[in-house]
T-cell receptor
Framework: SQKIEQNSEALNIQEGKTATLTCNYT??????LQWYRQDPGRGPVFLLL?????KEKRKERLKVTFDTTLKQSLFHITASQPADSATYLC???????????FGSGTRLSIRP | NAGVTQTPKFQVLKTGQSMTLQCAQD?????MSWYRQDPGMGLRLIHY???????DQGEVPNGYNVSRSTTEDFPLRLLSAAPSQTSVYFC??????????????FGPGTRLTVL
């Protein structure tokens, strides 16, 4: 079965630094991978989608890479701010676009 | 657009009771899914649907039933609640077409406690 692994430990970094989160997957070759943000007590919110033929994608201060050989995606937040503190989840389609499975998420804390 | 709505927001059940969690979306999305989220476990897919009348099992379907009689609604039924079903339940929908295929819109969640 498909397995998605994210840093289980919380990531604490200083404001202004770049935060880098990792998502690894096994036993599958997804056509794309997604990243979501989740704040406490709320549902996840979609951030970015990167396809298997894209090496990198950017959106404002966010950058995502996708290495299909390593079966890994990296999620970067540059010039991090305390407002970026949240849990970040990666997700991918398992067998079809209608069946999306998630990693366990990484909690990111940005200290002023 | 209200997006994805879920009711109730909170529910407490006794072991063995049954109930239905409601989910509705007004975006005319074909795909809808139910997830449960437990501490440290991330989101786990319970059931999903690719359109009215079509449903399938996800990663953790046991103890849950779903039906999809309309595009808008996707209720989740707990037949006989167990303490292991204590969790936060999220409903999600997506349009399923490029370039945003699979981008899921989530409801606010239902926090369920089974005593």
């Amino acid at each position: 079965s498909q397995k998605i692994e994210q840093n289980s430990e919380a990531l604490n970094i200083q404001e202004g630094k770049t935060a880098t989160l990792t998502c690894n997957y096994t036993n599958y070759s997804p056509a794309y991978l997604q990243w979501y943000r989740q704040d406490p007590g709320r549902g996840p919110v979609f951030l970015l989608l990167i396809r298997e033929n894209e090496k990198e994608k950017r959106k404002e201060r966010l950058k995502v890479t996708f290495d299909t050989t390593l079966k890994q995606s990296l999620f970067h937040i540059t010039a991090s701010q305390p407002a970026d503190s949240a849990t970040y989840l990666c997700a991918l389609p398992y067998s079809s676009a209608s069946k999306i499975i998630f990693g366990s998420g990484t909690r990111l804390s940005i200290r002023p | 657009n209200a997006g994805v709505t879920q009711t109730p927001k909170f529910q407490v059940l006794k072991t063995g009771q049954s109930m239905t969690l409601q989910c509705a979306q007004d975006m005319n999305h074909e795909y809808m899914s139910w997830y449960r989220q437990d501490p440290g476990m991330g989101l786990r897919l319970i059931h999903y649907s690719v359109g009215a009348g079509i449903t399938d099992q996800g990663e953790v379907p046991n103890g849950y039933n779903v039906s999809r009689s309309t595009t808008e609604d996707f209720p989740l039924r707990l037949l006989s609640a167990a303490p292991s079903q204590t969790s936060v339940y999220f409903c999600a929908s997506s349009g399923g077409e490029a370039p945003t295929e699979g981008e899921q819109f989530f409801g606010p969640g239902t926090r369920l406690t089974v005593l």
